[in-house]
């Protein structure tokens, strides 16, 4: 697990945010050790994934941005 999963700050001010992809209240289903039967998803589960999904989605996107604008050609040829 990388620690950046566990703290999330902001780039700009250094400053803890909130985290958009986990929800406590929502998180109240432990499976016990004799729980042998699958869950069933219902609905607005689903809708929680999905967004998750997005949300990740778009958080590799901004990072694959900030690699290539670090490591690009014209960072390159202004090194040289």
Not at 22 to 38: C, L, M, S
Not at 52 to 74: C, D, N, P, R
Request: no cysteine.
């Amino acid at each position: 697990m990388i620690l950046r999963e566990l703290f999330y700050f902001d780039r700009e001010t250094i400053e803890p945010v909130e985290d958009k992809r986990y929800q406590a209240e929502y998180d109240d289903t432990p499976v016990e050790k004799d729980d042998t039967r699958k869950s069933r998803l219902k609905l607005f589960q689903i809708n929680r994934i999905r967004k998750a999904s997005e949300l990740h989605t778009e958080e590799k996107l901004k990072e694959l941005q900030f690699v290539k604008q670090m490591y690009g050609i014209a960072a390159n040829a202004e090194t040289a």
